[in-house]
């Protein structure tokens, strides 16, 4: 069994400056899929970043980009130049490559851009 | 992307009613659609996978007589929730998957919140 935990509950950041979101992971699988889902007031679960266990560069979106970290089980979350509307709680989440995109979420983090 | 949409987004039932909730993938089939439950301030938890044509898949401790899920067609999944009772209360998010399994593309609906009294 998988399963990912997201150590910050809550965490604050000023607006235009950077925040990291921490996840670690546990499996047995070589390969994996790794995704930072965003959940806003709104309810509605948006894909923020997505990165493949067996590429070892880091994904990036635009302000978005993660510290991937196969041997450590780490999948670090930056975001760079915070906007207030990226206050929203994040889900760290996990794939293996053959359980047909069935997602284990972490416990997600409750992010506060402060302006 | 693709786009996931559920109804009724807020459902307010009786205790000992049925409540339907829909899943459709608007612009894409979908063969496969997760059923995840979510409590206030919580992660999303897997309840089931619903297979297109085949009876759905639950997760372990999930009543599947509770939940009654149904894909009929490869753009819809059903969710109901039969003989509703106050904890069943919950926010309700299906997801459905684009293209082949293993892609890890996943798209969400909005969500149904359901309040039964």
């Known amino acids: 069994a998988q399963t990912v935990t997201q150590s910050q509950p809550e965490m604050s950041v000023q607006e235009a400056e950077t925040v990291t979101l921490s996840c670690t992971y546990d499996?047995?699988?070589?390969?994996?899929?790794l995704f930072w889902y965003k959940q806003p007031p709104s309810r509605q679960m948006i894909l923020v970043i997505r990165q493949e266990a067996y590429k070892q560069q880091n994904a990036t979106e635009n302000r978005f980009s993660v510290n991937f970290q196969k041997a450590a089980k780490s999948f670090s979350l930056k975001i760079s130049d915070s906007q207030l509307g990226d206050t929203a709680m994040y889900f760290c989440?996990?794939?293996?490559?053959?359980?047909?995109?069935?997602?284990?979420f972490g416990g997600g983090t409750r992010l506060m851009v402060k302006p | 992307g693709a786009v996931v949409s559920q109804h009724p987004s807020w459902v307010i039932c009786k205790s000992g009613t049925s409540v339907k909730i829909e899943c459709r993938s608007l612009?894409?089939?979908?063969?496969?659609m997760f059923w995840y439950r979510q409590f206030p301030k919580q992660s999303l938890m897997l309840m089931a996978t619903s297979n297109e044509g085949s009876k759905a898949t639950y997760e372990q401790g999930v009543e599947k007589d509770k939940f009654l899920i149904n894909h009929a067609s490869l753009t819809l999944s059903t969710l109901t929730v039969t003989s509703a009772h106050p904890e069943d209360s919950s926010f309700y998010i299906c997801?459905?998957?684009?293209?082949?399994?293993?892609?890890?593309?996943?798209?969400f609906g909005e969500g149904s919140r359901l309040t039964v009294l």
């Open positions: 612009d894409f089939q979908a063969t496969t």
């Open positions: 989440a996990f794939t293996p490559h053959n359980a047909g995109n069935m997602l284990t």
């Open positions: 499996t047995s699988e070589n390969n994996y899929y």
């Open positions: 997801s459905a998957r684009v293209g082949r399994a293993g892609t890890g593309e996943l798209f």
